[in-house]
């Protein structure tokens, strides 16, 4: 299965403007450092992200042509600076479902060859087979940027 969908407006702003309060009111006690990005983890808060977590799952199982199950969810910062390298995802993950919470900042475009960009945009989502497509972030500047993050494997 090889896939990119993208969905405009699949959260609200409003959403997405909590989304980001919440990381920064949680970020001190819960963030952790991944090269040079700050991602929490909110797998195990399910019952505070239920309804989002819910709409995100039921996106991929219906976009999915296999049977696959949530593996890891989180808020991620990106502050001025930070990108991701061109990269394949392991071979046991099936999907990865981006959220962009904001796009006050110049740069941080998710690429899947020199040619195919997506553009961040408020609420927009992105899912694509992360293990199946190299995919990198640009460099963000000028602001943070701010995605929910999901991926997903295959249930054996």
């Not at 920064?24 to 991602?39: L, W």
Request: charged content about 25%; aromatic content about 16%; overall charge neutral.
């Amino acid at each position: 299965m090889s896939l990119i969908y993208i969905e405009d407006d699949f959260l609200s702003k409003e959403n997405c403007i909590n989304i980001i309060k919440y990381y920064q009111n949680n970020s001190s006690e819960f963030a952790e450092r991944y090269g040079k990005t700050y991602p929490i983890n909110i797998t195990d808060k399910y019952l505070e992200f239920k309804e989002i977590i819910n709409k995100v799952i039921r996106l991929c199982f219906f976009i999915s042509k296999e049977k696959i199950q949530l593996q890891r969810s989180e808020i991620v910062k990106w502050p001025p600076g930070s990108y991701m390298k061109s990269h394949y995802d392991p071979p046991s993950d099936v999907l990865s479902c981006i959220v962009y919470l904001n796009d006050d900042y110049d740069g941080g475009s998710t690429c899947f060859s020199e040619t195919f960009k997506v553009q961040p945009k408020v609420g927009r989502t992105l899912v694509f087979s992360n293990s199946e497509y190299i995919h990198s972030v640009e460099k963000v500047d000028n602001n943070s940027r701010y995605t929910m993050a999901f991926w997903f494997t295959k249930i054996q």
